[in-house]
């Protein structure tokens, strides 16, 4: 372990914090008294016995970590560490008393060390395993202790900690260039520790902190520049990442000493990237080394740059409210879950990664879906790939492990199995070379390392046992100096096998044994009554109650021949595992390339299967709309007796969908842009039919009532999503808007829902789905050739409604939000009320219509409504967002409803600022003024986005209700 020097955590840094997996902060570690060396032991360190002064030093040494220090079967820790050790792992607090004192300790057993570990992990803390380095039995006082492994979420490498096949990713994150973050480059990078894969991309704060998101690393580090005086600038929103923060030594990260490092790692005609991806890089790997004893990692061999803007973007958002990874229904099913039928880990880890980055080139997602058309019709040779491919081990973290120097003889054996799979895939895939170039390029690529599978396999015994230092590794026939000892060996053992025959035969004593134990060896038993018969070169060696032992002087030289030739096979077959596992580890970059092939075999063999069991078909790509017919959500359908339901941009790029609740509009805007992003993942999708334009990004705004969290009022955070929507959706993304508006007063969320709508026309051009209760907005159907609507129906008789989940063209008549209100169990008596209710509103609204459509009035001419939100909302109903009826009444009297308070009473109390004595028009400039004031005096360099939203959604309300005040 490398403990000092350029790898070293920066010990002084006491900002130093230990943030749990769940992102949770813990005490600053410099403040938490169960790390670092404990202070009642540097009281009296001079007088410390030798164990505890080692303890101390390591302690020291690794500050950053909860030291376990390995004493015989256990890990023991003490003091204020013991303490935290028994509370969090819930074992027994015991002291350990010395000439020095008593001091708390606990102890927990290595054999289960993992369970107790992860318990740690998950508490915020990493772990350093300090192990005894030295055989007990060759030291000579004091046996050498060393940490062997820093333990922490972001750096895990053993099964038995890593979640499943997911990736684990270790980040971390720089700003390069001075000056405002918004005109900075920030750089991150990642490496999963346990398999070497090592991703490096750079970009605006927006762009770095969503893929940050999206790659949701365990642990993160932050360039020095990033800590800005009163806390870390990761407590900003833009980079809140549900990780461990870790500050690492911040020389790591100076671009000479990173870019050293990252040469090392890259073949020299590599491109590097630019400073920000250099530093991060090089940041990234110290680290990982750092944390696995310091040794240069020789499997991180592919470092891989890539752009956000390769990638169907999908934010933070998005990925939630889409489900693809995490679910938030009660049926707890995400689309990852749905699609994967892999066989393998690594089909599992490519998927979730195709999954997560759809990709935009049109070719690649074609090129995945030749491949998975010509598997969909060769149902033999899937079913041939499938079943080897369940074969295959997790190559990746066995090569790493074997890299590390950690893997034991099954990890090799496993390997072989592995490798041993590849030629029947071989063969299988041969029939379809020439129906995808892909898949001819998979096969082509497929090598089996037939050399390192003759290697494991000549080498490594077949069922070989977890340990690799005590013998029966190595396969008789592969080293001749070994099979001379072992015949050695087994001669002696043979030998002795006979001897109680002979010595029987010999002495004349029936009851003769011979027998063995560790302490004493062999030795020829006699009991007593038979002790006159035993011959002269028997020598004494035990006395018992019954019997006495003996041996011969051949025992004894025969027993001491056994015995080290048993030592010396051990002792070679131990270095012959070691040359066989380098002599694999030389391969490592051949074994990862040919993990990187079956992975991607696995996954298209599985889109190839899903696709035939459940009726998908291949989505085509161009430049025209999206079309979509009879399309299903993937997920629900598992589980719903589902209702197809198509989409067709082509009739215009905004989709305005009105319906009762629970009628399926959340279902069916999500399927849409499931759809796109299984199609740009490579999959088939499920439709009876599927055209679809390359989507650049989905945007994702649903539900209001979910998003309160980061201390944001819910319809401030509705507002900051559709801001980065409104600014960073182009005419090739595609957008679901789930009642935009409603988090606030009927009129506002009426106007901010129809000026979206009109800013999307206008400015945007995505393909837009937006759900709404807000009837009255699907009157912009007519006033906009790129709107139209759709309505999801529903069946009402007495019983009450049935919802047919089934679209339809046009705008609703009705919601029945009472009859969903009933369905949840609403008392009978509110029922009836709010349904009284909705009658008299309609019935108001009919003759109002009446009214409206003799006056001339029932439409806003475009011109009228592209005055903004304030127009609008004059002219808008206010609409019931709870039980989302729709009335639509006329405009007069709207306005007027709309100035009356609950209790019907007309709003006419005057502004607080405004003078009785001033006219309407007055008070209106006098609100103009104001606001032009309010905007002028404005600090625009100090104020936060939010800030400003929240200042304009003022401003608005004022010139609203000036407005209407006149
Ligand atoms: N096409 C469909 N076929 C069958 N069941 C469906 C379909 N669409 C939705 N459902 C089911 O109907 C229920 C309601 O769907 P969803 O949440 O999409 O409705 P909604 O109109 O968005 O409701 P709300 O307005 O209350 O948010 C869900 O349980 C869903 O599983």
């Known amino acids: 372990m490398n403990g000092s020097g350029d790898t070293d955590l920066d010990a002084g840094a006491s900002d130093v914090e230990g943030g749990g997996p769940d992102g949770s902060s813990v005490e600053a570690e410099s403040a938490d008294p169960a790390l670092g060396a404990p202070r009642e032991m540097l009281d009296v360190r001079e007088e410390l016995t030798p164990m505890m002064a080692q303890y101390t030093d390591l302690c020291e040494a690794h500050d950053d970590a909860l030291v376990l220090f390995q004493v015989g079967d256990f890990y023991e820790a003490f003091c204020q560490a013991a303490e ?39 508490s915020g803390y990493r772990v350093a395993l300090a192990d005894q380095v030295q055989p007990a039995e060759e030291a000579s006082g004091l046996v050498d202790r060393a940490v062997t492994q820093l333990i922490t979420p972001g750096t895990l490498v053993d099964d038995a900690y890593l979640e499943g096949s997911a990736a684990n990713y270790l980040a971390a994150l720089v700003r390069e260039g001075e000056g405002a973050r918004a005109t900075a480059t920030y750089g991150l990078a990642l490496v999963d520790v346990s398999t070497g894969e090592c991703l490096v991309t750079s970009g605006d704060r927006t762009t770095v902190a969503e893929e940050l998101e999206r790659l949701s690393p365990a642990e993160l580090l932050t360039g020095p520049e990033l800590a800005v005086e009163g806390g870390s600038e990761n407590a900003d929103e833009a980079f809140v990442a549900e990780a461990m923060h870790t500050d690492y030594d911040p020389s790591a990260f100076e671009l000479g000493v990173a870019r050293e490092r990252v040469e ?25 080394e750092y944390t696995q004893g310091g040794d240069h990692l020789d499997y991180v061999s592919r470092i891989t740059r890539f752009d956000a803007r390769e990638s169907m973007r999908l934010d933070a958002t998005a990925l939630r409210s889409l489900e693809l990874f995490e679910s938030r229904s009660r049926s707890g099913h995400t689309l990852m879950e749905t699609l994967d039928s892999t066989a393998c880990a690594l089909g599992r880890r490519r998927l979730e990664s195709w999954l997560r980055r759809p990709t935009v080139d049109r070719a690649e997602a074609e090129s995945r879906l030749d491949a998975v058309e010509a598997l969909t019709g060769a149902g033999v040779v899937r079913e041939t790939l499938h079943e080897g491919l369940r074969e295959v081990y997790d190559l990746e973290r066995l090569v790493g492990r074997v890299s590390r120097g950690r893997a034991n003889a099954r990890d090799l054996r496993s390997l072989a ?25 998979l096969t082509e690529r497929l090598d089996d390392c037939g050399d390192v599978r003759s290697l494991v396999e000549e080498a490594i015994v077949p069922d070989p046992p977890q340990e690799v230092t005590e013998g029966g590794v190595v396969r008789e026939g592969f080293d001749e100096e070994l099979d001379a000892i072992r015949a050695t060996e087994r001669e002696g053992r043979e030998w002795v096998s006979q001897l109680e025959a002979r010595e029987r035969e010999r002495t004349g004593i029936d009851s003769l044994e011979v027998g063995y134990t560790q302490v004493h060896g062999y030795y020829i038993e006699v009991t007593n009554p038979n002790l006159e018969r035993v011959p002269e070169d028997y020598t004494r060696r035990q006395t018992l109650k019954n019997s006495e032992r003996f041996y011969t002087p051949e025992l004894k030289r025969r027993e001491d021949e056994i015995i080290s030739a048993s030592e010396r096979a051990d002792s070679l077959e131990y270095e012959l595992f070691c040359e066989v596992r380098t002599s694999v580890a030389a391969e490592g970059e051949r074994l990862q390339a040919l993990a990187d ?31 979509i017919e009879a399309g299903r959500h993937p997920v629900v359908e598992r589980t719903t007796e589902f209702v197809p339901n198509g989409i067709d941009f082509s009739t215009g790029a905004i989709a305005l969908i009105t ?149 339809a063209e046009g705008p609703s008549s009705s919601s029945y939000g ?13 029922v009836q009320r709010a349904r009284d209710l909705v009658e008299a509103a309609e019935h108001e609204a009919d003759s109002g219509a009446v009214d409206r459509d003799e006056a001339g009035a029932n439409r806003s001419s475009r011109p009228a409504a592209t005055n903004g939100a304030a127009a609008s909302t004059a002219e808008g109903t206010p609409h019931d967002p709870v039980t989302g009826d729709a009335h639509t009444g006329p405009a007069e009297k709207t306005f007027s409803e709309s100035h009356e308070g609950r209790d019907g009473r007309a709003k006419s109390a005057p502004l607080p600022d405004s003078d009785s004595s001033r006219g309407p028009r007055d008070d209106q400039n006098h609100a103009v003024r104001g606001v032009l004031d309010d905007i002028r005096s404005l600090d625009v360099a100090r104020t936060t986005p939010m800030d400003a939203l929240a200042l304009l959604h003022e401003l608005q309300r004022r010139l609203d209700d000036a407005n209407q005040e006149t």
Do not use: W
Request: with cysteine.
């Open 264 to 288: 090392a790692y890259t073949r020299p005609d590599a491109v590097l990237g630019n400073d920000a991806e250099v530093r991060a890089t090089g940041a990234v790997l110290a680290y990982a």
């Open 597 to 627: 092939v079956l992975a991607e075999l696995d996954v298209l063999v599985a889109f190839a299967t899903i696709a035939v069991d459940r009726d998908y078909v291949r989505p085509t790509f161009g430049a025209s709309a999206i079309r």
């Open 818 to 830: 009472v009859e969903v209100a009933r369905l949840a169990g609403v008392p009978d008596r509110v």
């Open 84 to 122: 935290t050790v028994a509370r969090v792992c819930e074992v027994t607090l015991t002291k350990r008393e010395d000439s020095t004192g008593r001091y708390p300790m606990a102890g927990i057993p290595i054999d289960n060390a993992a369970t107790y570990v992860e318990r740690l992990l998950d």
């Open 659 to 807: 319906g009762p609740n629970m009628s399926g509009k959340s279902t069916y805007m999500r399927q849409v842009a499931l759809t796109c992003v299984m199609a740009q993942a490579g999959s088939f999708v499920p439709a009876s039919a599927a055209h679809l334009r390359v989507v650049d990004r989905v945007f994702t705004r649903v539900g209001a009532s979910d998003d309160i969290a980061g201390g944001q009022s819910t319809f401030m955070r509705e507002m900051a999503e559709l801001t980065d929507i409104l600014h960073a959706a182009t005419d090739d993304s595609l957008v679901l808007l789930d009642e935009v508006g409603r988090g606030t007063a009927t009129t506002d969320g009426l106007a901010i829902a129809r000026a979206t709508t009109e800013f999307i026309h206008d400015e945007v051009g995505a393909s837009t789905l937006f759900a709404t209760h807000y009837h009255e907005l699907t009157d912009l159907e007519a006033d906009y050739d790129g709107v139209f609507t759709l309505h999801f129906t529903a069946d009402r008789d007495e019983e009450g409604v049935t919802f047919l989940h089934r679209v």
């Open 417 to 441: 199995t592995t490798l041993a799979v590849v030629p029947g895939l071989r063969e299988a895939l041969s029939d379809l070379e020439h129906d995808s170039p892909r898949l001819a390029d």
